[in-house]
Antibody
Framework: QLQLQESGPGLVKPSETLSLTCTVSGGSISSDNNYWGWIRQPPGKGLEWIGS???????HYNPSLRSRVTISVDTSKNQFSLKLSSVTAADTAVFYC????????????WGQGTLVTVSS | QSALTQPPSASGSPGQSVTISCTGTSSDVGSYNYVSWYQQHPGKAPKLMIY???KRPSGVPDRFSSSKSGNTASLTVSGLQAEDEADYHC??????????FGGGTKVTVL
């Protein structure tokens, strides 16, 4: 079955750029029925949608993060990636990648999540 | 866009029911039937429990039900079981390909 796995550094210094990759296995990222998203969860807090991408490259970002976020896709590797620039301690969170249906806008498959700490 | 509003906690005894509210605005919950609910156990990824306000994915027990009225959606867990103790998050489409989540509600089975 389809699985998602986040990967990337667990520690990022303030003002630097956080970079994560989500690898999709057991299925193709090039699906007309789905798009792919990043969601984060600060310790002890709720979920926050960061942004989403369709395999053809169209992206949508949370307005509050738009100036600092870039999401890209590599269909040849079945991966999509997140870059968040100028990070501060407030960006410390568990980052999840997830699949959503284009027809019901629900995230139905999630990666296990990866904790990224922003600290010097 | 602002986060949807959920109560921080809710509780019930085994076998009882618990209802969690999720309040948004006329720009998100009130305008679209794309409200979802997620269950999250400690240290685990969220799991989709409800989509399109009231539909359950395959494998989700029918003890989980949801509805919407105006700007507020509600999730009800009937016949509470120990394994239902978890955090529950709501989410809504907010227009212009944007999505918003709630702050989460911790459900305790007494």
């Amino acid at each position: 079955q389809l699985q998602l796995q986040e990967s990337g550094p667990g520690l990022v210094k303030p003002s630097e750029t956080l970079s994560l990759t989500c690898t999709v296995s057991g299925g193709s990222i090039s699906s007309d029925n789905n798009y792919w998203g990043w969601i984060r969860q600060p310790p002890g807090k709720g979920l926050e949608w960061i942004g989403s991408i369709f395999y053809k490259g169209s992206t949508h970002y949370n307005p509050s993060l738009r100036s600092r976020v870039t999401i890209s896709v590599d269909t040849s590797k079945n991966q999509f990636s997140l870059k968040l620039s100028s990070v501060t301690a407030a960006d410390t969170a568990v980052f999840y990648c997830a699949r959503a249906s284009r027809y019901n806008d629900a995230f139905d498959i999630w990666g296990q999540g990866t904790l990224v700490t922003v600290s010097s | 866009q602002s986060a949807l509003t959920q109560p921080p906690s809710a509780s019930g005894s085994p076998g009882q029911s618990v209802t969690i509210s999720c309040t948004g605005t006329s720009s998100d919950v009130g305008s679209y039937n794309y409200v979802s609910w997620y269950q999250q156990h400690p240290g685990k990824a969220p799991k989709l429990m409800i989509y399109e306000v009231s539909k359950r994915p395959s494998g989700v027990p029918d003890r989980f039900s949801s509805s919407k009225s105006g700007n507020t959606a509600s999730l009800t867990v009937s016949g509470l079981q120990a394994e239902d103790e978890a955090d529950y998050h709501c989410s809504s489409y907010a227009g212009s390909n944007n999505y918003v989540f709630g702050g989460g509600t911790k459900v305790t089975v007494l």
